[in-house]
């Protein structure tokens, strides 16, 4: 229980801060019910945490908070209490039910705050590579701000608060699980890598399925997650003794973050670089 473990933490030991709260409406976590409530109630129930988490944070922490349009009114409510709110990002869930009689629900917001002035944003770390479509050169006949490979064109561009390169786990992804609100892998190397760095502390204190911790440990961050629901925590435990095996991260490779849609180009290039290894070995064994 978060309200049980918050207290036995030391004071200004987290880095980066990630929370995935129970959306404000009426769902059941493997038996665990989380009701909905008046937004007034849902405020109060956000903040019953938050003020506990606040010591918790290092004056150089990052936060980032997860909310939908019904919750993220009164999370960023409560945000502007105690942090420096500084973005809104919007992230594209590729799934979603369709509705007859609404628009369909496919995004959901991530709050970006920090402690102070004072905080970590690796920009370089975060870059998206996206295939350029129309690729257009200068005077001289050179690309103008994208690369040309063997393996296509690309542009590398700097990260923005609109996310659409996402994809939500499903049945076929080595990381996909029964958590009904299971966040991508690729989603949380974003966050880490701006936001920290190797060795740093993670905290998620609605860890789910486990994905925060993981992704911290295929990082090399050190991490800390607590959930209440015990066969969630056993399945982390299978997930984080995987990851000792498997660091790969799906959509992240060679440094950067790759586009929606690019999986084949990601491959080709991973063997050409292999082959240019394994090249430069054999050069120097002869």
Known sequence: DVYNVLPLLPDQCIDLLFIDPPYNITKSFNGTVFRKRGLDEYASWFDSFIGQIVRLLKPTASIYVCGDWRSSAAIHYILERYFIVRNRITWEREKGRGAMSNWKNCSEDIWFCTVSDSYTFNVDAVKLKRKVIAPYKDTNGKPKDWDETEDGDFRLTHPSNLWTDMTVPFWSMSENTDHPT????????????????????????????????????????????????????????????LANKDNLIQGYSQGVFWERNTLIEQRAIEQTSSKQQLQLFGERLS
């Open 182 to 241: 299971q966040k991508p892998e690729k989603l949380l190397a974003k966050i880490i890598l701006a936001s920290s760095f190797p060795g740093q502390l993670v905290l998620d204190p609605f860890l789910g399925s486990g994905t925060t911790s993981v992704v911290a440990k295929k990082l090399a961050r050190a991490y800390i997650g607590i959930e209440i629901d015990e066969l969630y925590c056993c399945l982390t435990e299978k997930r984080l003794e």
